[in-house]
């Protein structure tokens, strides 16, 4: 491998990656592992999150020849996120509405805490797919809008007009 592996980028990465390079694969997740930590906090019950994000990187280390640079490295990780959400979900029978916590609940501030975390999550797993996707992206990662217009693969101008609308439906559905 030529240069320093963090130094490469994250489709350099992949491709020493999908040839089995560890060392490769080993940068992308621990650049990505945050990513995929905050975008499962924002999707799931707090005491689900080490687990489905352990599932998530299983996943990738087990896909990863099946990558294809079809799409960006965050994209495709980001849908190995969603199918695990999905799949918490599913293998519970539970809707994210429907998830209990384990905090102590008669304390006020956990208490609404708890009821204000619910809450997004519910409305934003309302939400259709690119609303949450630009809302992730500029709140669970923390992207800047021309990061978050390339991971969309639009204009700075459309990921802001689109994250406008994301906002405003976020809060149409928190106030239903």
């Not at 320093?4 to 390079?21: F, I, Q």
């Not at 689900?48 to 990780?77: K, L, N």
Request: glycine content about 4%; hydrophobic content about 45%.
């Amino acid at each position: 491998m030529s240069g320093h592996p963090d130094s490469l980028p994250d489709e350099a990465l992949a491709k020493l990656a999908r040839a089995g390079d560890r060392a490769a694969f080993d940068v992308l997740c621990n650049r990505y592992l945050p990513v995929v930590y905050n975008r499962l906090l924002a999707r799931l019950p707090p005491e689900a999150v080490d687990d489905v994000t352990q599932e998530v990187f299983v996943a990738a280390v087990r896909g990863i020849r099946r990558y294809r640079e079809q799409s960006s490295f965050r994209t495709w990780i980001a849908a190995i996120s969603r199918h695990k959400v999905a799949d918490y979900y599913r293998g519970r029978n539970r809707r994210p509405e429907a998830t209990a916590f384990d905090e102590d609940l008669d304390s006020p501030a956990v208490r609404d805490n708890w009821e204000e975390c619910a809450l997004v999550r519910v409305a934003l797993q309302r939400l259709p797919a690119h609303y949450q996707e630009v809302l992730l992206l500029r709140f669970a990662e923390g992207l800047p809008f021309e990061q978050v217009a390339g991971a969309l693969g639009v204009s700075p101008e459309a990921a802001k007009s689109r994250y406008r609308r994301a906002v405003a439906a976020i809060a149409r559905e928190m106030d239903a």
